[in-house]
Nanobody, 120 residues
Framework: QVHLAESGGGSVQAGGSLRLSCAAS????????AGWYRQAPGKERELVAA???????TYADSVKGRFTISRDYRANTAYLQMNSLKPDDTAVYYC??????????????WGQGTQVTVSS
């Protein structure tokens, strides 16, 4: 059974930092690819960052230069280092991992995620 568990969220002031973790377990590996998404109240879920293949990364324009995605194969965990946080980064953050050639999480229900709240 596959399980993805996000952690590391919290409340910080603008300019602060957080590191999110996504622990993957079961028959799934972050080595295939991992991504971080976020959903703010009243908005659609959006891709924040992804890492695929040998390390090709993609970032939303709004987080470029501030966020860094990485992964630890041994721990089977993906990370999102978030620096210089802004109030606009406030959202529930979710991770996703490639399961073979497709992303594991599909549809609307991605679980609880981890809440990030940035105050001005």
């Amino acid at each position: 059974q596959v399980h993805l568990a996000e952690s590391g969220g919290g409340s910080v002031q603008a300019g602060g930092s957080l590191r999110l973790s996504c622990a993957a377990s079961g028959r799934i590996s972050v080595s295939n690819g991992a991504g971080w998404y976020r959903q703010a109240p009243g908005k659609e879920r959006e891709l924040v960052a992804a890492i695929v293949g040998g390390g090709i990364t993609t970032y939303a324009d709004s987080v470029k230069g501030r966020f860094t995605i990485s992964r630890d194969y041994r721990a089977n965990t993906a990370y999102l280092q978030m620096n210089s946080l802004k109030p606009d980064d406030t959202a529930v953050y979710y991770c996703n991992v490639k399961y073979g050639s497709v992303w594991y999480r599909q549809g609307d229900d991605w679980g609880q995620g981890t809440q990030v709240t940035v105050s001005s």
